[in-house]
C-alpha cells in the first residue's frame, strides 16, 4: 500500500520520528526571517550524513534564497532546480521513498503546506583504502582490490575499460536491507542470452537481506549441490575487468568486496592473474604445474591406500619391504591412519588461518613438524604415511580455488581405494569426469574450452599463448 506524505510539517516529522526509532535521527526546523510562513525542516541520521554538505550545499543556500524570493514557481521545484547545491536530488511525495532515502544516508528536505519533499544526495562517503587481497596475491601487476563501496569498485572498473560499450544495470534486492548491485558486461562482447539469463535468476531472488554477494552466489548457480563452482568470485578489478573483456557478466554489491562473474567454467580453476604479469613461458608451466598439483592432491593417498591394500604385487620388493616395516607396530589400520592424518592437516591449517597472522605461521609449521615427528616417534603412524600427506597437503595449497572440492575428492576416492582397490580409482575418475560433463554454467558446458582439444582452446587454457595470438572470447555457445 502506497503512503503519500502529509501536508502539515509537523506531522510529517512526528511521523518519521514514530518510524525510525534512532537517537541519532536529527530534525533541523527553520523559519527565514523574510518569509515566516515558509518553514521548512531538514531531516538526517547523523552517522550517514556529511554536515558539511547539509550546512554548506542545504541550509546556507535556502536561507540566502528566501531574502529575496521572486519567482513565481513552486517552492520545491525552485529549490530543487536552482538553489540546493548537491550531485544528486530527487522529487518525491511517497513515504516509502522517503524512509528508503533517509536510512541510506541522504538529507530529507520538508517544507510546510507541500505534500512533496526533496531527497537530497549528502552519504557520507567513508571509503577504505584498497589493499592487496591475501588470496589473489600476484608477484607482478596491480596491487589494489575492491572495497565495500558500490560507486568506488565501480570507478576502479571504470579505469580499466575506458569504453560506451561497457553497461552497468544497477538493482535494488533485499526487502529489508535494500541492497544494490551492479551487472556488468561488455555489449559488444557478451551473448545476449547469457545477460538475459543472469537477469531472469536475479529477479527470482526473494531475500529479506542480502549482505553478500556469496547469498546471491547460492542461490543464482546451477548445480547448487555439486562441489564443483559454476560462478567466480574475485576481489580483483583488473581480474574482473578481463572476464568483461572475455564476454562473461560480472555482478558487484554494495557491502562487499567481492565481485562475481559467470559463467564460471572448469579450466577457470587454473587461472592466476599472474599468468598475465608474467612471461608466456613461466605462466603456462605455472598452469600446467596447477593441473598436476590438483590430481596429486586428490589421487595420493587413494593410490597408497589402493597399493598397501590390494596391489603389493606391483611395488618393486626392496621397496615394499621398508613399507611393511615401517608399518610395523602401528595401532591402526592404513585407512584409518591415512584419514587421521588427512584431519590432522586440517585442523593446524584452519587454526592457523583463524589465528592472528604471526601466530598462525609459526603454529602451522611448528604444529605440523612436531606432531609429524611425534607421531612416528611414537610409532602412531608409519614415515612413508607422513610423506604421503605432506605430498598431499604441499599440492593441495597450489590452488586455494578448489579447496573445498579437494577435501571431498579425497574422502570419495580414499573409499574407492579402500573398497575396489586400483579399479575403485578409476570408477571413482570415471565418476568425476562425467559430473563434470553433465555440469553446465549458466547454460554454457562445463567443460568448454577443455574438451575436445584443438588449437583454439589451446591458446588460453592449457597453456598461454603471447597476447596478439589470443582473440577475444565473446562467443560461448549456449544451449
Excluded at 552497468?168 to 547469457?194: A, E, F
Excluded at 572476464?243 to 557478466?249: A, D, M, P, Y
Excluded at 582452446?457 to 582473440?471: A, M, T
Aim: aromatic content about 8%; overall charge neutral.
Amino acid at each position: 500500500m502506497r503512503r503519500f506524505l502529509f501536508s502539515d510539517l509537523t506531522d510529517n516529522v512526528n511521523h518519521i520520528k514514530s518510524v525510525i526509532c534512532d537517537d541519532l535521527l536529527t530534525a533541523r526546523f527553520f523559519s527565514p526571517p523574510n518569509s515566516p510562513k515558509d518553514n521548512f525542516c531538514v531531516i538526517y541520521l547523523r552517522n550517514l550524513v556529511d554536515n558539511k554538505i547539509v550546512n554548506e550545499g542545504i541550509v546556507f543556500p535556502i536561507m540566502l534564497f528566501f531574502q529575496n524570493r521572486s519567482s513565481g514557481k513552486p517552492l520545491s521545484e525552485v529549490l530543487k532546480e536552482k538553489i540546493i547545491v548537491s550531485s544528486q536530488i530527487q522529487l518525491t511525495n511517497l513515504m516509502d521513498e522517503l524512509f528508503a532515502g533517509l536510512l541510506s544516508g541522504m538529507t530529507v528536505l520538508l517544507l510546510n503546506n507541500s505534500t512533496e519533499c526533496l531527497l537530497i544526495e549528502t552519504n557520507l562517503r567513508d571509503v577504505r583504502a584498497p589493499q592487496e587481497p591475501d588470496n589473489e596475491k600476484v608477484l607482478r601487476g596491480p596491487r589494489e582490490s575492491f572495497v565495500e563501496s558500490l560507486d568506488f569498485n565501480i570507478q576502479l572498473i571504470r579505469r580499466r575499460i575506458v569504453s560506451t560499450d561497457l553497461h552497468l544495470d544497477y538493482q535494488v534486492i533485499g526487502k529489508d536491507t535494500k541492497t544494490r548491485i551492479c551487472i556488468c558486461y561488455m555489449q559488444n562482447l557478451v551473448s545476449p542470452d547469457l545477460v538475459s539469463i543472469v537477469k531472469a535468476r536475479l529477479a527470482r531472488l526473494n531475500f529479506d537481506g542480502i549482505l553478500d554477494t556469496n547469498i546471491i552466489n547460492e542461490q543464482i548457480k546451477d548445480a547448487r549441490y555439486s562441489p564443483f563452482k559454476t560462478i567466480g568470485v574475485t576481489e580483483r578489478p583488473d581480474v574482473l575487468a578481463g572476464k568483461l573483456l572475455e564476454g562473461k557478466v560480472g555482478i558487484i554489491a554494495e557491502g562487499t568486496p567481492v565481485a562475481l562473474s559467470m559463467p564460471y567454467l572448469f579450466i577457470d580453476n587454473f587461472y592466476s592473474p599472474d599468468d598475465y604479469y608474467l612471461n608466456v613461458y613461466f605462466a603456462s608451466f605455472g598452469r600446467i604445474l596447477r593441473m598436476i598439483g590438483f590430481l596429486v592432491s586428490i589421487l595420493t593417498p587413494a593410490l597408497y591406500i589402493a597399493i598397501s591394500t590390494h596391489h603389493w604385487e606391483i611395488i618393486p620388493s626392496p621397496m615394499a619391504l621398508t613399507i611393511a616395516h615401517s608399518q610395523q607396530d602401528i595401532p591402526l589400520p592404513t585407512i584409518l591412519e591415512c584419514v587421521v592424518m588427512l584431519i590432522i592437516f586440517e585442523l593446524i591449517r584452519e587454526t592457523g588461518l583463524r589465528t592472528p597472522i604471526g601466530i598462525g605461521q609459526a603454529l602451522s609449521i611448528v604444529g605440523a613438524i612436531v606432531i609429524g615427528q611425534a607421531a612416528v616417534q611414537a610409532r602412531l603412524v608409519s614415515s612413508p604415511m607422513v610423506i604421503v600427506i605432506s605430498l598431499t597437503a604441499i599440492t593441495g595449497l597450489i590452488n586455494t580455488k578448489l579447496k573445498g572440492l579437494v577435501i571431498f575428492a579425497r574422502i570419495f576416492f580414499l573409499l574407492m581405494a579402500f573398497l575396489l582397490g586400483l579399479f575403485g580409482i578409476a570408477l571413482g575418475v570415471l565418476l568425476l569426469i562425467a559430473h563434470i560433463a553433465g555440469l553446465k554454467s549458466f547454460n554454457v558446458s562445463y567443460l568448454a574450452y577443455f574438451w575436445p582439444l584443438s588449437r583454439k582452446n589451446l591458446q588460453d587454457h592449457f597453456i598461454r599463448f603471447p597476447k596478439q595470438n589470443i582473440h577475444r572470447q565473446g562467443e560461448q555457445e549456449h544451449g
